[in-house]
Each structure stands twice: as C-alpha cells, then as structure tokens.
C-alpha cells in the first residue's frame, strides 16, 4: 500500500450545513451583528408523540353513548310519499321541481336522509303538504299573488 501522509487526507461529509452556524458562539456572534436569527424548534423533537393521548381522546374513549345523527322520521317519509303519489309524480318528477338529485328524495321517502330544512321547504311547496311544525300533515295554504291592475 500506498503511504499517505496527514496533509493529503481528506473528510467526506464535514461540509457545514447551509444555513449557518449552531454553536451558542455563532448565535451570540449573529446576535451581536444584528443578522436574523430563526429559534424554531421541532414539535416531537426526539420523542415519539404519535400515540399520546390528551384529555379530550380519554374522554371520547370513555364515552359509552352512541352519538349518531338525527334522520328523517317515519311519518314524514310517508307523508313525502302519499303526497308525492297524491300529485301524481314520481321521485324524479318531485326531484326535478325542487331541483334536487332524485336519490335525495329516495333517502327522504326510506328515512336515511338527514333533514335539511331547506330541503323539507322545497318538498312542501311541491307537493302542498306540511311536513314540520304542529300542522304537519294539513295541507299548505294556498297564497295568490295579487294581481292588482289600476289604469288611469
């Protein structure tokens, strides 16, 4: 082999880091130079935080009651039907008025919807029945516009 002397060795990976410094001594010579200095530190920095529960994941954990969204009623669901049928129309028909997606009004009629106020206002009007409040049922008032026509 070869011999080497001290000079010609040469250190593969001892580049420094863009970037700056890190020493106390580079951040104190910045400091002193009045170059901006960024002091961010890492979230989970040397720990393994993936799996921590805190307070509110124990809590949900310890919950015991089902928490499930509110669906369309039974009664409702078969009151959008008969005065769907009542009309004549079928659930594309109905969709089409209130434009809406004929699988809308299907989940309405099955009872998986979730109601949507301005949903069930649409289906009112289209098929002249109350669907919420204490009248549901009873047929919706009919309001003619008034056609009031003065000549001079």
């Known amino acids: ?40 530190k890492k979230w989970a920095a040397g720990h393994n935080k993936q799996h921590v529960m805190d307070k509110n994941t124990a809590a949900l954990d310890r919950e015991t009651e089902e928490l499930k969204h509110d669906k369309v009623t039974l009664d409702v669901a078969r009151l959008i039907q008969q005065g769907r049928q009542a009309k004549g129309m079928s659930q594309k028909d109905l969709a089409t008025k209130i434009c809406e997606k004929p699988q809308i009004i ?10 949507s106020q301005q949903i069930l206002s649409k289906i009112e009007r289209a098929i002249g029945i109350k669907l919420r409040g204490k009248e549901k049922g009873q047929p919706m008032p009919v309001i003619v516009p008034s056609t009031s026509t003065t000549k001079k």
């Open 1 to 40: 082999m070869a011999e080497v002397d001290r000079d010609d060795v040469t250190y593969v990976g001892r580049a420094v880091r863009p970037g700056g410094q890190r020493s106390q001594q580079a951040v104190n010579s910045a400091m002193r130079r009045g170059a901006p200095i960024d002091t961010s």
């Open 106 to 115: 299907t989940e309405y009629e099955t009872g998986k919807a979730i109601p």
